[in-house]
């Protein structure tokens, strides 16, 4: 699964890296520890099939849904993301990119859950494979997102058995293209090649989502052995 991550990618570069021709009026800070239920910018196209950076609830909900969910949904899985009534037709019609600098995964030990970032070798952004939703509740207007996760690559496997989709810029134009065929477009939703990605440990900042410096992605330059 995907609970943490970190957005770092400034707001001109957000539009360079991804095309986009439109972009929220106000800038967004940097994000050191997004966790669910928080807003996250997202890569869209827009009706006029213009690429678009959006804010959105991270935690779907479906245009169907009447009230607040009791959990955020904020994942959603690769192998079954066209089948599962709450992501089957965002997964049809409303896919998105979720841009993202690093994400967290924490390994079990004895002394407790150690957490790692995991990022890409050469530090560049990169994007996860998003889906994204329209609904109304309580008399607002809320865009959502959910990350598609999948299995683990070799990078990730010590840490979790999961991890999400991350999208090569190639694909990009075939995930955001509402024409693309359900086939190609689950055939993207493959682990990342590990030589692409390393993990590093980092302290246990991060596990509060109240924390969001930079503590929360620095590396520990003590880490105690796994235990």
């Not at 999208?167 to 682990?191: G, N, V």
Request: charged residues 25%.
């Amino acid at each position: 699964m995907c609970g943490r991550y970190d957005n770092l990618i400034a707001r001109h570069a957000m539009q360079d890296l991804f095309h986009a021709e439109r972009l929220p009026e106000s800038n967004f800070p940097p994000q050191y520890n997004v966790a669910p239920t928080q807003d996250v910018p997202i890569v869209r196209l827009g009706r006029d099939g213009v690429r678009e950076v959006v804010m959105a609830r991270w935690g779907l909900i479906p245009f169907w849904m009447k009230e607040w969910p009791k959990k955020p949904f904020i994942n959603a899985r690769a192998e079954t993301v066209e089948k599962m009534p709450m992501f089957r037709e965002a997964f049809a019609r409303r896919r998105c990119l979720v841009p993202a600098t690093g994400f967290f995964e924490w390994q079990q030990r004895a002394s407790g859950k150690q957490p790692y970032r995991i990022t890409r070798r050469d530090l560049e952004p990169f994007a996860f494979a998003g889906l994204w939703e329209f609904a109304r509740l309580d008399g607002r207007e809320i865009v959502s997102a959910a990350i598609i996760v999948g299995p683990a690559n070799e990078t990730v496997g010590p840490l979790h058995d999961r991890m999400p989709v991350i999208l090569m810029p190639e694909d990009y134009d075939r995930w955001l293209d509402p024409a693309s065929d359900p086939a190609a477009l689950k055939a993207l939703l493959r682990p990342a090649p590990a030589d692409l990605l390393e993990a590093y440990p980092v302290g246990r900042t991060v596990n509060s989502p109240a924390n969001d410096s930079e503590d929360c992605i620095a590396a520990l330059t003590d880490e105690p052995g796994a235990d």
